[in-house]
């Protein structure tokens, strides 16, 4: 789940106004279940992934599927 959102948002970035607008209301549909079904991770900030994305400080319950 954590590298297709990484996709996502790379794609966010290069995508023109208009089609980057459609994709992001899609997108943060998918997010807000995300959202639900993750939990924040204390330990994020000592982690070597990028702080700077919400979805890679998130914990999931045994699997990145959803």
């Given at each position: 789940m954590r590298h297709a959102r990484d996709v996502l948002e790379e794609v966010l970035r290069?995508?023109?106004?208009?089609?980057?607008?459609?994709?992001?209301h899609h997108v943060a549909s998918l997010d807000a279940v995300y959202l639900e079904r993750t939990l924040p991770d204390p330990f994020a900030?000592?982690?070597?992934?990028?702080?700077?994305?919400w979805w890679r400080?998130?914990?999931?319950?045994g699997g990145e599927a959803m």
């Open positions: 290069q995508l023109p106004s208009r089609s980057r607008a459609e994709l992001k900030d000592r982690r070597q992934w990028r702080a700077d994305l400080r998130r914990l999931t319950m």
